[in-house]
């Protein structure tokens, strides 16, 4: 299996708390990212300014991330172009025995039901290795940025307005021609000599 692009490797970063790197990083991604009708395609690429740093529990991301989605106008069917400009900070636990009994103990002795401390634990992000995975935090700052409803200018006319205008068109005409007694009495006039 292909190494996801999204995987960043940190052992340049000395695990002592207050070491930090920064870096800059163009992801060439090859599934899209974002919603049905505006997304990150294939191919393009995510810029990240990334900055980690050591700190007791683990790794702290900072990043800002710059990329283009594409879809089209959601009124008129043009194609838009949606620049994303968007910062995020993700800490990754170290995967230790520790950092895991910390995060029962703050749930303040409550006695919480098996499950809901495992999706606590899920919403975690824990080193796996030196890797940190940045995917699920340039997705969330991607689609935070994307309209459901994309338009290629707040007042676009839209198709649908246009539809309604050759509608009252047609329905004005038709309702002159064939039933306007003048005209109708113009059938049976002799044009002939
Ligand atoms: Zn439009």
């Given amino acids: 299996m292909a190494r996801s692009v999204f995987l960043f490797n940190t052992h340049d970063l000395p695990h002592r708390a207050g070491e930090m790197r920064e870096y800059e990083l163009d992801l060439k991604i090859t599934e899209a990212v974002g919603v049905d009708l505006l997304s990150v395609k294939p191919g393009e690429i995510i ?14 991301a900072t990043a800002r991330v710059i990329a283009d989605a594409t879809g089209e106008c959601t009124r008129c069917l043009k194609p838009i172009i949606w620049p994303i400009d968007e910062s995020f900070t993700e800490l990754y636990y170290y995967e ?30 824990f080193l796996d290795g030196d890797d940190i995975d940045l995917e699920p935090a340039i997705r969330d700052a991607i ?32 309702s002159q021609t064939p039933t306007d007694q003048r005209w109708a009495a113009l059938k049976d006039f002799p044009l002939k000599n």
Avoid: F, M
Avoid at 52 to 60: D, R, Y
């Fill in 47 to 60: 810029e990240v300014d990334l900055r980690i740093q050591a700190v007791e529990e683990g790794v702290l």
């Fill in 96 to 125: 230790s025995s520790t950092s895991k009994s910390t995060k029962k103990h703050s749930s303040r002795g409550k006695s919480k039901k098996d499950e809901e401390i495992d999706l606590d634990e899920d919403e975690l992000s």
């Fill in 143 to 174: 689609i935070l940025n994307l309209a459901v409803n994309p338009l290629c200018s707040e007042d676009c006319p839209g198709l649908a307005e246009k539809s309604g205008e050759n509608w009252a068109y047609l329905s004005a005409s038709q």
